[in-house]
């Protein structure tokens, strides 16, 4: 018995119980492959870091059945005001609203979909993706280390301590590194990581202050302040009694490590501008480097999240990114697990999502101006400022194939399908809902059925609930095309119509 659990066989280990690893272990039980996830750490982290949850991503949540799981949560986040909105000024108390920093401009320019970006600290999300896992039967492990890996030609070989100290071996077919920006998986198999260089250095401050009455009507995500003795950035976590404060620093001149608690508590009492209260609770230096790893595999090994890629918060791109990394792959890994795709197709997870890395790394630097964080021009954005890429073309309209975005998903290939509500066996669903477990045909009202897949036809199989669209309007393509999904929603390289395809009666 004791043998048994010392040696485990599993086809996944997924290192790391972060947001990412945590999402991949869902998309895993989705896909019915068995996975052992290890962490660390005992518990989900607590340093506050994303807040921003795009609709892509709660698109891929949602597919998992936890959509409405990460909406209660978020409806719980905010204690007064709403996310959004910029300010900048010497102090908190003393700033000014950027004008046109306001949220509500990426809900109403926001592509079409089931699901709207979400506002909501990290810190809530990870334990519903934990809590969900485990109720699902999903096998995860906190409190368990990776300490060593081999790698032979089917199959990795990890050494694990489990949290009484005990060494145990766990073998695995695939390892999927979710280890984060440290990742020691990544180091290990020397994999080399490029990108921009920082231009700036903060430590952030997890600190609760209770800026109730002094914030009331006058709410933020970000604020920006600078005065004689500190400068930085505060960002809200609940708009009442918690924030992080990004110290700015200049590494020739100080190291995080050298201020004591009373030193940065009296920092950011400067940057309050006030002397109330103070009580900090964590604190972790880093800066804007952009970094992407050169190979996203070795052999059974695949990078994924900030194991893969690095870049600045600004924007909020890097744990979206590395939650559709898991996706990308997971399906894909599905399919070879079953013996329906040759092994090859793996390497497709590179060629697609280290692209997408690249550009919101790039994109992400762009917005450490401030300024150009919110979309506004200025004399000292003005030099890129037409580089800058919408929010809602880098998360929801990047096209696989041709590392290129679109103006308009239109069912173009290697992009993810449009959304369209529609009526489906008595429900009310999006057209994403259809696709999920394996490939999907989905066509005009004249197309024919593709053989070997589940067909799904405009007029006989589903109905636009918006009469005014139609399967032209929504796809561009004609009513006897039809177009192959991909189970994780994106359109394959293959249409086919009436002219080109054997129908099955
Ligand atoms: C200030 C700030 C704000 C941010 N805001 C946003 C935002 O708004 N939107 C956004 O998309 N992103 C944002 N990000 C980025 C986002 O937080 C990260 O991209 C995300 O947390 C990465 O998740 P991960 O699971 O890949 O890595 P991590 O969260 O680092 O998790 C890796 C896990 O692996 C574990 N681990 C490591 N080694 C081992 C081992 N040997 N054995 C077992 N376990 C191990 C670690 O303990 C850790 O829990 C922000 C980041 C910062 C710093």
């Not at 990412?20 to 989900?44: D, K």
């Not at 032979?152 to 301590?161: H, L, P, S």
């Not at 399908?417 to 004249?446: C, E, Y």
């Not at 399967?471 to 561009?476: A, M, N, Q, Y």
């Amino acid at each position: 018995m004791l043998q048994h659990h010392l040696n485990e066989e599993t086809p996944v280990l997924v290192v790391g119980g972060g947001i990412v690893g945590l999402s991949a272990g869902l998309f895993l039980h989705h896909h019915q492959i068995p996975f052992i996830l290890i962490e660390r750490n005992a518990a989900v982290s607590p340093l506050p870091r994303a807040r921003g949850f795009s609709a892509r991503t709660l698109e891929l949540f949602r597919s998992v059945g936890l959509q409405d799981g990460i909406e209660a949560v978020a409806r719980t986040a905010w204690k007064q005001g709403r996310f959004g909105g910029a300010r900048r000024g010497r102090t908190m108390l003393e700033s000014e609203s950027l004008p046109l920093a306001d949220i509500s401009k990426l809900h109403a320019e926001a592509d079409p979909s089931p699901c709207e970006l979400i506002a909501c600290p990290q810190t809530l999300v990870e334990p519903v993706l934990r809590r969900a896992l485990e109720e699902r039967g999903g096998d995860t492990r906190f409190g368990w280390e990776l300490l060593h890996f081999e790698q032979d030609e089917g199959r990795v070989t990890a050494i694990v301590r489990d949290p009484l100290g005990a060494e145990r071996t766990i073998s695995a077919s695939y390892v999927f590194a979710a280890d984060g920006g440290r990742s020691e998986i990544r180091r290990r198999l020397n994999i080399d990581r490029h990108g921009i260089d920082p231009n700036r250095y903060y430590l952030n401050i997890f600190l609760e202050a209770d800026l109730t009455s002094q914030v009331a009507g006058r709410t933020f995500s970000q604020c920006e302040i600078a005065n004689e003795e500190v400068s930085g950035i505060f960002l809200a976590m609940n708009n009442a009694n918690q924030w992080s404060f990004h110290l700015a620093y200049d590494p020739t001149v100080s190291q995080p490590e050298q201020w004591s608690d009373q030193q940065l508590t009296t920092l950011v009492k400067a940057a309050i501008g006030a002397d109330i209260p103070v009580t900090l609770r964590y604190r972790s230096p880093w800066n804007t480097r952009v970094r992407v790893a050169d190979r996203y595999r070795d052999g059974h090994i695949f990078l994924m999240g900030d194991a893969a890629h690095l870049m600045p918060p600004w924007g909020g791109f890097n744990a979206n990114t590395g939650i559709a990394d898991a996706h990308n792959l997971i399906w894909k890994l599905a399919r070879v697990l079953n013996g329906e795709a040759d092994p090859a197709l793996l390497d497709t997870y590179e060629s697609e999502r280290q692209p997408v890395a690249r550009r919101n790394g790039e994109q992400a630097w762009l917005r450490t101006d401030f300024d150009a964080r919110f979309q506004i021009r200025s004399e000292d954005n003005s030099a890129f400022f037409e580089q800058l890429i919408d929010y809602g073309e880098l998360q929801m309209r990047y096209r696989y194939g041709v590392d290129d975005t679109v103006d308009a998903l239109r069912a173009q290939p290697g992009t993810r399908f449009p959304h369209a509500w529609i009526g489906h066996q008595g429900h009310r669903r999006s057209t994403l809902d259809l696709f999920g477990s394996s490939f999907v045909a989905i066509g005009g009202p004249s197309a024919p059925r593709r053989i070997g897949v589940p067909s799904y036809l405009a007029g006989t199989d589903f109905l636009f609930v918006d009469e005014s669209v139609t399967w032209r309007s929504l796809t561009g393509l004609a009513d006897d095309e039809a177009a192959l999904i991909r189970p994780d929603g994106f359109v394959d390289f293959s249409l086919f119509s009436s002219s080109l395809c054997r129908t099955v009666v």
